[in-house]
Every structure is written in structure tokens, then in C-alpha cells.
């Protein structure tokens, strides 16, 4: 089961920021992600979500491989493998495509759009769902970034220690604030 963690920055290329070194710690197998989602508030208020998971591509590709395979075995039956494979990878691509578009994959959108409307503006927030990582050696790289934890599915003490390191952080840019 994977956990769900959402935090908020007052910077708007801060979740960004750590997207990029949370895929950096995945080439590492320190963290397995299985869904990401940055969330920008423009200082003008307007909202603009990057996903990292791209359902229609993805769907388009299995949908097409699918169909090559299907459309040359059918195309066998007939005596014509060339127009079966040409024809089953358009209709797999199309119909992987469409149902890839309509599944919600990983983070729910809504969900992220109903905090995303929460956000100041000139904001940002990085979701994330986490399959498997090792906390200590995250938190760690983790540390170094400042934020707020907004929504957490982790156990009450990985959320402290998650809280504890993004406060160290908040604590060591801004030391009269301690």
C-alpha cells in the first residue's frame, strides 16, 4: 500500500525543486514513487498542475503493443499479417489512448485541486504517493528543503520525523524565528 504525502512551499519552484531530487533518490532505490503531482499557484492565483504520469501515453503504448500483437496473430488467421499488424496497432494505440485519458491514475485530481485552491498565491506544493522508501536516508536529503506537511497517510512517527526535518530547515534559513 502506498502512502500519500502532500506539503506545501512558499516558494513557487520549490516542489519543483524537490521532485527533482526525489527522482534522484529514486535512480538510487532509496524511494519508489508511484505518483507525483506539483502544484503552482501563480501569483496572480491562477492554478497549474504538473503530472508525472502520463495515462494517455502510457495507455497509447500498451494499447499499441497490444494491438500489433492481437492484430499480426489475426492477421495470421487470414493470410494477410502486414494489414493485421498495421491495423491492431492503430485501434491499440486509439483505444489505449482513450482509456488511458479516462483512468485516474495515482493521486485523485479532485483531491489535489481542492487543496490546490488552499494555496497562497505565489505557492507550491508537491504530491506525492510513496510505495517503498527508506525514511531516514529520504528525510535526510529531504532536510534541506522548507516546507509544510498539509496531508500525510504515514504512521504518526514517520510524520514527525518528516515534520521535524522540514522545521530544521525552516529554522536554519530564518534562525531569529527559532
Do not use: C
Not at 494517455?56 to 502486414?82: D, E, H, I, R
Amino acid at each position: 500500500m502506498s502512502d500519500l504525502v502532500a506539503i506545501s512551499f512558499d516558494d513557487v519552484n520549490e516542489a519543483d525543486r524537490v521532485l527533482h531530487e526525489l527522482n534522484q533518490l529514486q535512480k538510487e532505490y532509496l524511494i519508489d514513487l508511484e505518483d507525483a503531482v506539483v502544484v503552482i499557484r501563480r501569483p496572480d492565483g491562477k492554478i497549474n498542475l504538473k503530472q508525472s504520469y502520463n495515462v494517455a501515453g502510457a495507455g497509447a503504448a500498451y494499447g499499441g503493443m497490444s494491438g500489433v500483437a492481437w492484430g499480426t496473430l489475426v492477421g495470421l488467421l487470414f493470410l494477410n499479417p502486414l494489414a493485421g499488424f498495421a491495423l491492431g496497432g492503430l485501434i491499440g494505440a486509439a483505444t489505449g489512448a482513450i482509456s488511458g485519458s479516462l483512468i485516474d491514475y495515482g493521486v485523485d485530481d479532485n483531491f489535489v485541486r481542492s487543496i490546490a485552491e488552499k494555496l497562497t498565491p505565489g505557492s507550491s506544493a508537491l504530491f506525492i504517493l510513496v510505495r517503498k522508501a527508506q525514511p531516514e536516508k529520504v528525510t535526510a536529503e529531504l532536510a534541506k528543503y522548507k516546507g509544510t506537511i498539509i496531508k500525510s497517510s504515514l504512521s504518526p512517527e514517520q510524520e514527525k520525523k518528516l515534520e521535524a526535518a522540514i522545521t530544521k530547515a525552516r529554522q536554519q534559513d530564518n534562525p531569529v524565528a527559532a
